[in-house]
């Protein structure tokens, strides 16, 4: 039955279960760190300890392992947690080949942090196939690691493709999907091993959770190895959190499309306003990937997009500084609109333009967002 139900059901009815013990539609959140033995001193209800198992923690689990087609999914604390315990995973010795544009918290912990723990990091442009084959070293590199779309530019990287030469290598692709969402693009029906969220972003939706999740192709060593780092350092997600993030899954669907008919709707007055100097928005054809996204991406372009702003670093800031709806604050995929000038987050060496400001688009009326926008461009 659940295979013949889409995506926009399995998440509405958080897949349908009930509370057998109350008959409950919403399920408890279970708050226990431990768990009674059995007389016979077994522990048949697959509950030992908190740190590695929570009931809550596992619903959530089975929502998004649902939405993405996976065998196992795991819930982690933040986005930075899932995707530093799957590298971690990999062990000391692996080779690693990452985007060069991508989200900068993660760049930055694979470019200063990842030799510590043994790895060794590649960067090359994800969405140019050819230079990721010259950066792949066969029998060598163990995960090859996409974001699509890409932060701040909203590059899109071609999974298929991407998977077929990293499994030709003998590694295997992970994707940060966090802004793309299950709705948009399944990677793993793609042929990528591991799908990754920032689930503090679209998944959540409401700005008040930070969570993560890693969704796996198979019930692998991978899965294994990424479950018992969880355990051992104690990055599970809180089972409230838990509880917040199934809540918000059950409207990601129409949080998602409200989004990205918002950001499709802007990106294109936004390309003809005076005062832009270019829209990035995998959804306009003026974009370099567009052909890519329109093979890849179903049903939407997801709700990220970008302008570069004429006058430059100190025009952006001075445009985000008027804006009066959308929100001036780091972060994405929440129902309200934020806007970030993204060189200042990112710092010194980051390859985002000066110019660029970053903008989610939120669920609100796409009238009142115009509104406030192109005022704040005029000055
Ligand atoms: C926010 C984000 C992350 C990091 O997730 P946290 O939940 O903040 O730890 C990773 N990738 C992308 C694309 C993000 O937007």
């Given at each position: ?14 897949l ?27 522990y ?12 809550t ?36 010795g ?35 196939v ?86 796996f ?52 007055r ?110």
């Amino acid at each position: 039955m659940r295979e013949t139900l889409r995506p926009a059901t399995l998440a509405a009815q958080a897949l349908g279960g009930i509370d057998e013990a109350t008959r409950a539609l919403v399920p408890p959140v279970h708050l226990s760190t431990t768990f009674l033995r059995d007389p016979d001193n077994l522990y048949r209800s697959g509950n030992v300890y908190g740190r590695p198992d929570n009931a809550t923690v596992r619903e959530a689990e089975a929502v998004i392992g649902a939405l993405e087609g996976a065998a196992e999914t795991l819930a982690f604390g933040s986005g930075m947690s899932a995707a530093v315990a799957l590298f971690l995973s990999l062990g000391a010795g692996a080779h690693v080949v990452a985007p060069t544009v991508m989200y900068w918290a993660l760049r930055n912990w694979l470019a200063k942090d990842a030799a510590g723990f043994g790895l060794s990091v590649d960067f090359v442009d994800t969405e140019n196939v050819a230079a990721l084959e010259r950066a792949v070293k066969p029998g060598v590199t163990r995960l090859v690691w996409l974001e699509t779309p890409s932060n701040p530019l909203w590059g899109i990287s071609d999974i298929a493709e991407c998977a077929a030469l990293a499994h030709a290598a003998g590694a295997m692709l992970a994707v940060d999907s966090t802004c793309a969402t299950p709705i948009f693009t399944r990677p793993l029906s793609l042929g990528a091993d591991v799908v990754m969220h920032s689930a503090t972003k679209y998944l959540n939706g409401h700005s008040d959770v930070i969570a993560g999740a890693l969704a796996f192709a198979r019930a692998d060593a991978l899965f294994e190895r990424t479950r018992d780092i969880r355990k051992a350092h104690g990055l599970i997600l809180h089972p409230f959190e838990a509880f917040l993030l199934i809540r918000g899954l059950r409207t990601l669907d129409l949080r998602v499309r409200a989004s990205a008919l918002n950001a499709l709707r802007l990106a294109h007055r936004l390309a003809a306003h005076g005062s832009v100097l270019a829209a990035l928005y995998p959804g306009l054809p003026s974009h370099p990937d567009h052909n890519t996204a329109l093979k890849q991406m179903q049903g939407g372009f997801g709700g990220m997009l970008s302008i570069r702003v004429k006058g430059g670093a100190e025009a952006a800031v001075a445009t985000a500084a008027r804006t009066r709806v959308w929100k001036r604050a780091t972060s994405l995929g929440g129902v309200e609109s934020l806007i970030e000038h993204r060189a200042s987050i990112e710092g010194p060496g980051s390859p985002c333009p000066p110019d660029l400001l970053r903008l989610s688009a939120g669920v609100e009326d796409v009238e009142d967002l115009w509104r406030d926008l192109d005022a704040a461009l005029r000055g």
